[in-house]
């Protein structure tokens, strides 16, 4: 919906410029209008570069958001694999139990909070029963004095950093009063250059000025889908984690032969 509105609204104010480009043309048709061209140059040019600006730092926010989010779901899947690799040298049950809750833990983040993701960003209980479940097998193996204790304390505590990175990226970066002044503001600038288009325009300025709206146009849907990083054409996807949950599968059912994973392959408990 906010993409039509976008759309809508920038399509709207270059019909309005050109409509009254065509009747101040008609107004204007037996006088000399240099002075009038020259004053409406001015005045366009200080709004062209409020909303270059406007543009360029918003732009440049999405970006950020969207990075720190790819970033996130990176760390989280190291995280995890880490988990596992380090777990390999806690003493038994307590290995087989971390490394099983690992695999568990890989699956519900793929299969049951990635959906969530596109709704804004929320954490999936079917994932935090597996995150508890860590903390459980810790505080057996701080009772042993294990070594594996600290190094096992600091990978989850990494993994559960980048997951409310995660989580906290999903929701936009950019507030409503933001986007919609930014669109306002390019849809001025559009209408602007329509109405000041020169009294002895030809083809090429009606295609410059299409170009320009097209182009306005492209940058606020491209903001309007990073700001969302994972829903919209170019979304963050759960590719990373799937493969860490196949990688850590498998390495289980080579570690544990004839072991058997206490969920199911979206993750929930069995």
């Not at 995280?79 to 380090?86: G, K, N, S, T």
């Not at 969530?116 to 209980?125: I, Y």
């Not at 204790?149 to 933001?178: C, G, Y």
């Not at 590719?239 to 390495?251: G, L, N, V």
Request: hydrophobic share 45%.
């Amino acid at each position: 919906m906010t993409m039509i509105l976008t759309v809508v609204i920038i399509a709207a104010a270059l019909a309005v410029g050109l409509f009254a480009n065509q009747v101040r043309r008609r107004r204007r048709a037996a006088a000399d209008g240099d002075g009038e061209e020259a004053s409406v140059s001015d005045l366009v040019s200080p709004l062209e570069t409020l909303a270059v600006l406007l543009v360029a730092f918003v732009i440049v926010l999405a970006a950020e958001s969207y990075g720190s989010a790819s970033a996130a779901v990176e760390a989280e899947a190291g995280r995890v694999d880490q988990l596992y690799e380090v777990a390999d040298y806690a003493p038994e049950p307590q290995r087989e139990l971390l490394q099983a809750a690992a695999v568990c833990y890989a699956r519900a983040i793929q299969a049951a909070e990635w959906s969530l993701m596109a709704e804004g960003g929320e954490k999936s209980p079917v994932a935090s029963v597996w995150s508890s479940g860590f903390r459980t097998h810790f505080k057996e193996l701080a009772h042993r004095d294990d070594p594996t204790f600290d190094l096992l304390v600091e990978a989850d505590d990494e993994r559960s950093k980048a997951r409310q990175t995660r989580i906290s990226e999903a929701s936009p970066a950019i507030p409503p009063s933001v986007y919609w002044f930014m669109v306002v503001a390019l849809a001025a600038t559009v209408g602007a250059f329509a109405f000041g288009l020169p009294r002895d325009r030809g083809p090429s300025h009606l295609t410059l000025l299409c170009v320009l709206a097209v182009l306005f146009t492209g940058s606020l849907l491209l903001i309007e889908d990073i700001d969302t990083p994972f829903s919209g054409q170019i979304r963050i996807t759960s590719e990373t984690m799937a493969r860490t949950a196949q990688d850590i599968s498998e390495d289980y059912a080579a570690d544990h032969p004839g072991g058997t994973l206490p969920c199911d392959a979206g993750g929930v408990r069995t």
